[in-house]
């Protein structure tokens, strides 16, 4: 098994997870597409780990799906605060941002 | 094996108190907690439980400080004639001895006492907290403590009945928790924690009442100007752990011992020293990024006397102090034929540019704001010149003196001025009335303007006759003509402060007959008077722009008189030390106690400090006189009574009045970051990036060839953007309604955003492919 | 078995769960029914877990399927329904034109990435036997590597979790 197969995989991966941000418009979908590109993440961790026979990727790979569930919680906890003050969760109609 | 006995050997040397330095930080910690949980059960408000903390650590820091005095002295009664100046002292016996040191490297005088365990560890790099004892800490923390102590004194009451009493001396508690932690840290980690803690605190205390506006973007300014700098320190940092593998600081195999004996190739710790430089710009207020300081003034007067004395500012000071052979080495400072280097160069520039906006000051506080900066300059000068101890010395006695200056002036305004600071529109005049205030504020201006014979002389003076020892000529004049400014701006505020005729609202009492004030019922009312004062409207300090309409809805017009004794007594300690404290190192006297104590903190070898001889210093006494006279006259006339060719002169001659008006707007410094980065930066790119959506892209589907309709859509929406960026472009700013169509690139849009981020990435990427293959 | 045909296998089997993560990737990115979005997520997630088999981390594996499949996509089928998106097909799920900008760039990454990996690891291999490896002794390494090297990013990790559960109940409580 060559260690590029799994790079390889998660690069794609990770560029897939890198549209789906770009084009889509709506929140929840954007929340996935970044789930997509922190699994790649972790498939590159987990190829290294196994690569060079220690364990520190598998420990960073844990790290990550933690931050990840934390990161999705308080994502779609916005999401549904802004569903509930604006009746709408498209990034376009959200520009509070603008400076 | 050897370093076991070693480590004993110093351990049976080091008394209680430099063992268990770790509590002068971790008891006013703890007191912080204790008074947000019950300091409002507390019959003081928790304002007791801060002071006997700070108290505490008081002690234990004058008892450290003693043995470490002790210490100096069994090592120099080791060393067999004692030779305390000489720079290649013998290190303690236990030490050195079977290690063989090259020659050349450095050597310790005496080791400080270095203590910790561990704190965390990541992969193999464990890092420590602890204490590391040496000089330079021990001065630091008597000094932090000692002020600290003072300035918690004051505070209870000059910010009695303040709505969050409490609150504001757990901040203040945490604060100085805080700069003692940095002060002992061993190791860069537990520095950069105290550091940070004092950045929070720092922010609390500035916005204390932020309920106005201004003072809310004060906090705020001061936060983000020091966070600017901050990046630096972490880099700083990051850069030394990579280049000598540890975080500590001390010790055998510390970043002071390996920087020291550096060779070779030194740009990676000229960076690092850059880095860490930018770091100490932004917390000492030195050029460029000093704009934060004086808004800080927005804050609680002894906030501002504890932040620019012995805390918070003197913080970026203490990191070049610290870390001196990384800077020393780094930026070649004192080598043979360089007559400049980033820090003198930036110290300068700071004198003199402070010194200069310190003259258009209306406010009080503001005019010790920049007398702090240009100070703060002269320390950083003074480390740029190779003059290390002369510049931690100036830490050491502007403290005092600063301290007392900013407490004088809070205690004009709690009782003498109404709560106003303008010194143009409400004092004057009230020297008589608020005699212990009037002399305590002369003592310390004494000492600040390098008066012979108060402490300022002796540590300024010194620092200036360093820079012409040490070859530095630009840098001795810079000093020279800050020491006219300074006493030039100082005689200024002095005149328009006690002298004169009173305005504002206690002109009424100042200007009638004195006998009159001393009437026992008229003393009560007025104590009374001042008590409901304090009471009702004392979030209402401090914010500069805002005192033209001043009702504090009480019966007003009280009659200025001296503080309580609460105040009082921090002030005549503070007006006393700002003489005595210069007498610990006073080089006409050929008293150098202070050089005996810290300079084995120094860490490297610095040219032998020059000789005092008054004909050296005569230049510098006779600029002061001059600033004196000079100011004086010039104050009597526009200020004062008589009619004077010179009054409204800033109006008639155009050329001062532009000069006037370019200190006025600070040198255009907060419109050139506003305007110009902010907008000059962030903007351009938006704009661009906005171009290349609307046009670029949609050029792309023109070109590729949709159906005609939606082809006309297309070039009706270029056109139409077309038109609107050339309506900017040509008229700028005044389209205002234009604007909000115009920015949109911060158009709130997060996929562009992400796009951009992307695609920056994957370009960068690409070109460091591209320059690597 | 020889060595030889457990590489094979695993190449094979590596070849099949990657095509269906690819395609289930791209359906994530491109179905215009959010329902069939979050689906094709959870098999992406599977496919992951599958991949973390192959690389023998048994344990990164069930960990993926308990958090990502059995907790994650759940907030994310709540959320979808909370949000009363459309349970068919919805066209107003993309930006107009976003393509055109979302295609380039993760194109471009992929080229880098791609020219990057191949440039650098060409046929490194890794080292044969990993499926051997799986067992007790190797969780048992893992643990020890969190609770004594990694030990600081472990107590901050769980300082994010508090943070976040509390900043998700403070956001998404009805007041």
Redesign the interface.
Known sequence: MLVNNFLLLGAVLFCIG?YG?????NAVL?LMSIELILNSVNINLLAFDQMHGNNDGGVFALYIIAVAAAEVGVGLAMVLLIFRNRKTIS??D?????? | MFASETESAIHESAGWFLEHAWLIPLIPAIAFFLIIFFGKRCPKGGSEIALASMGASLVIAAGAAYQWIDRVGASAEGEAGGLLRGFFGAGRVAEGEGEGEAAGEVVHHLEPVIRGQRW????DLEVGIGSHIDGLAIMMLLLVAFISTLVLLYSTEYVRGDRRYTHFFASITLFSAGMLTMVLAPNMAQFILGWEIMGLCSFLLIGHWWEELPNAKAALKAFFTVRTGDMGLLVGTGMLLAMFGTLDIGGEHGINTQAAAFVGDHKTLALAAIALFIAAIGKSGQFPLHTWLPDAMAGPTPVSSLLHSSTMVVAGVFLVARLYPVFQVGLDITVAGNHFNLIAVIGGITILIAAGLAFVQNDIKKVLAYSTVSQLGYMMMGLGVGAWVPAVFHIFTHAFFKCCLFLCAGSVAHTGSHHSFDMKKDMGGLRKKMPITFWTWIVSTAALCGVPFFSGFFSKDEIIDSAHGNHYTVFFIVGLVGAFLTTAYMTRATYLTFFGKARGGAAHFVNEHEDHLHEPAHDEGHAEAADDHGAQAHDDHGHDDHHAPITHGKPLPFAPDDSPWQITVPLIILGTLAVLSGYLNAAPFHIEKMHEWLHSSIGVTLPEAPVFEWVNALPSILLVAAGFAVSLYLSKAVFGDAPSPLKGLTRRNSLLGAGHKFLVNKYYLDALYENVIVRGI?YPI?RAAYWTNQNI?DG??NGVGKSGKRTGELVYKYIDQGLVDGVVNGSGATATGAGGAL??V???????Y??LL??A???G??VL?LVN? | MLASDIQVAQNIGFGIIAAIMILGALRVVTSSNVVHAALSLVAVMAGAAAQYLLLAAEFVAVTQVLVYIGAVMVLFLFGVMLTRAKLGKDVDLN?D??W???A???L??LG??A??LI?GFEDTKLPAGAVAKIGAAQNNALSDKIFS?????F?ALSFVLLAAVIGAIVLARKD
């Open positions: 890198v941000v770009i084009v889509r418009k954007v990034l376009d959200l520009s509070e941002m603008k400076g | 965390f560890s990541i992969g962030a938006s892209l792309i589907v920015q949109p911060q158009s709130g849009k997060v996929n562009l992400g796009a992307f695609g990435a994957a370009v990427a690409l492919v293959s | 930006n034109k976003g055109m900008l979302g380039p760039v993760a471009l990454m880098v990435m020219y990057v440039d090297a990694y030990a600081l990013p107590w």
